[in-house]
């Protein structure tokens, strides 16, 4: 059983930053491969940022590119989003996302490819 405890969300103005925080307990961290997600009211959960588990590669979507970035550090079972130059369409509930599951050592994407999920962190830009 994996235990995910987000924070670092709170209330920030147009162009500033924060920097979210993952800690994770229970199994092993550094075999997982680790992803950010974000719901916003109204709509679906969407991908922000993945990480693999081995060598540290990591991909993040197109609305975040040059403007978020995703960490990890094994020794602290702890799993990063620096976000910076944040804007109102950032707003949303923040999820950190794990997956034990076998698979290649890649970047996962959707929802389903994790079967580990943090209770969320919000996260409110204002104009």
């Known amino acids: 059983q994996v235990q995910l405890v987000e924070s670092g969300g709170g209330l920030v103005q147009a162009g500033g930053s924060l920097r979210l925080s993952c800690a994770a307990s229970?199994?092993?961290?550094?075999?997982?491969?680790m992803g950010w997600f974000r719901q916003a009211p109204g709509k679906e959960r969407e991908f922000v940022a993945g990480?693999?588990?081995?060598?540290?590669?990591?991909d993040v979507a197109d609305s975040v590119r040059g403007r978020f970035t995703i960490s990890r550090d094994n020794a602290k079972n702890t799993l990063y989003l620096q976000m910076n130059s944040l804007t109102p369409e950032d707003t949303a509930v923040y999820y950190c996302?794990?997956?034990?599951?076998?698979?290649?050592?890649?970047?996962?994407?959707?929802?389903?490819?994790?079967?580990?999920w943090g209770q969320g962190t919000q996260v409110t830009v204002s104009s």
């Open positions: 229970g199994r092993t961290f550094s075999g997982y491969a």
């Open positions: 990480i693999v588990k081995i060598f540290g590669s990591t």
């Open positions: 996302a794990a997956r034990s599951l076998s698979g290649p050592n890649r970047v996962y994407y959707t929802v389903r490819e994790y079967n580990y």
